[in-house]
């Protein structure tokens, strides 16, 4: 079973997220507090990590790049999300996502792309949905 990690600071999106990738088959990690993201990664090992860009006092995309940039979990897929942000504020960064999502989004989609993901499937350019 492959195993998500979901990073958000809303409780509502997380419950909302962890019931859709459970009835979907994955094993699922939900966390609102995103200072414990690299302790949670060393404990969990996501196959994938869905990560919210706004995130209370932390910036997703901080955590995005330092993910992406650090030898040990450089090679997990990020699916960032966000209701505030564009794909534009995300594409460009030096160490970004494998894939965003524009919020609100819809099951299949974030299904889909889960997939893609956790099977090594690279998108060619971003589908914002």
Request: glycine content about 4%.
């Amino acid at each position: 079973m492959k195993k998500i990690l979901v990073v958000d600071d809303d409780d509502d999106v997380l419950e909302t997220i962890q019931l859709i990738l459970e009835i979907g088959g994955y094993d699922v990690e939900p966390l609102n507090d995103a200072e414990e993201v690299f302790k949670r990664i060393d404990e969990f090992k996501p196959d994938l990590i869905l990560l919210d860009v706004v995130l209370g006092k932390i910036d997703g995309r901080v955590i995005c790049s330092q993910i992406k940039c650090h030898v040990d979990t450089k090679n997990i897929p990020i699916l960032m999300m966000s209701g505030l942000y564009d794909i534009k504020e995300v594409q460009d960064m030096e160490c970004a996502p494998d894939d965003f999502m524009s919020k609100p989004f819809k099951m299949e989609v974030l299904l889909e792309k889960i997939e893609r993901l956790v099977n090594y499937k690279s998108p060619s350019h971003y589908d914002i949905n």
